[in-house]
């Protein structure tokens, strides 16, 4: 597993993180992860499926696992926030 594997989702539009994974697994990956953070999480869920039901049918998720990080804001507050990493994997 390389770092090229590891889709981050941010901003830009979901159909921007499934052309990515996509390309991932076209290119000869086995595997993919997609990761996220507060509120990208619901996003990174739709990429995960949209590629799983329209792009690449044989895809699956392997595994999924959730965390909390602590983020330290400005003047030295910390916050929590969520992550999530998909693990999809080509059959």
């Known amino acids: 597993m ?3 594997n ?3 989702i941010g901003k830009k539009p979901t159909m921007n993180y499934v052309l990515a994974v996509a390309t991932q697994f076209n290119s000869g990956s086995d595997d993919v ?3 996220a953070r ?3 999480i619901s996003k990174a869920v739709d990429v995960a499926e949209i590629v799983r039901n329209r792009f690449i049918t044989e ?3 392997d595994n999924i696992q959730i965390s909390t990080e602590v ?3 400005e003047e030295g507050r910390t916050s ?9 994997k080509k059959k």
């Not at 929590?80 to 999809?88: A, C, L």
Request: no cysteine; net charge negative; hydrophobic share 45%.
């Open 2 to 4: 390389t770092d090229d």
């Open 6 to 8: 590891i889709i981050y």
């Open 33 to 35: 992860i997609v990761k």
């Open 38 to 40: 507060g509120r990208s």
């Open 59 to 61: 895809a699956t998720v």
């Open 71 to 73: 983020l330290e804001g």
């Open 80 to 88: 929590n926030v969520s992550s999530i990493e998909i693990f999809m």
